[in-house]
């Protein structure tokens, strides 16, 4: 996972609640075997309706999504968090977030920013009113700002995420730092006991 510590760029307004995993990415999509290809998929029942936000030419090359209240909810579906960053989207503004979402996020690099329901409406509108609207989400200070709008604000992330992401340690990434330690561990191991091999 790269290190995310600063995403600045400009934002698509999904003004939608309650929106769940199966209408991020439908489960047609769920047959891949790979991690690539799901931005397609991404809200692919939605964009068949031509007015849909996301196929606004406007907001074309947005890299962070400001949704509703609620995002996230129903299954755990990591295809969920692909699908928006094989998008393009580095992070997602909402006011609530599904825990199981936000996890997956957080071990996939796209940066879940949980800000003050009345700090999520004045972006949206700040993007509706401009699609050209620059939005910085500074994961090191956990905050996001639009400057143009008038809007600072700070937002909720675990101290141990922070650094996670700062540091770009996913799963692995969090193991391999106690790699000599294993490595110590297992040559002390007695011989006879199962081993992996390389």
């Known amino acids: 996972m790269k290190p995310v510590r600063v995403v600045t760029g400009r934002a698509v307004p999904l003004d939608r609640s309650d929106v769940d995993t199966d209408q ?8 891949r075997v790979e991690r690539t290809g799901f931005g397609a998929g991404l809200f692919a029942e939605w964009r068949d309706d031509r ?16 949704a509703g209240q609620n995002f996230g909810t129903g299954s755990s579906r990591e295809h969920a968090v692909w699908a928006l960053m094989d998008y393009g989207f580095q992070a997602v503004v909402s006011a609530r977030f599904a825990d199981i979402f936000r996890n997956n996020c957080t071990k996939a690099g796209l940066v879940p920013v949980e800000v003050a329901p009345e700090v999520a409406r004045r972006l949206i ?15 090191e200070r956990a905050t996001v700002a639009a400057p143009a709008a008038g809007i600072e604000a700070p937002f909720t992330l675990d101290p ?29 191991r007695p011989a006879w006991l199962p081993v992996t091999s390389a």
């Open 51 to 66: 007015s849909f936000v996301l196929n606004a030419e406007e907001y074309q090359g947005a890299t962070i999504l400001v």
């Open 160 to 188: 141990f995420v922070r650094e996670r992401l700062v540091n770009g340690w996913d799963d692995v990434g969090l193991t391999l730092r106690h790699a000599g330690d294993i490595d110590s561990f297992e040559q002390r």
């Open 125 to 139: 509108e700040a993007v509706v009113a401009d699609p050209s609207t620059e939005i910085t989400v500074d994961v």
């Open 24 to 31: 991020i990415i439908p489960s047609d999509w769920l047959k």
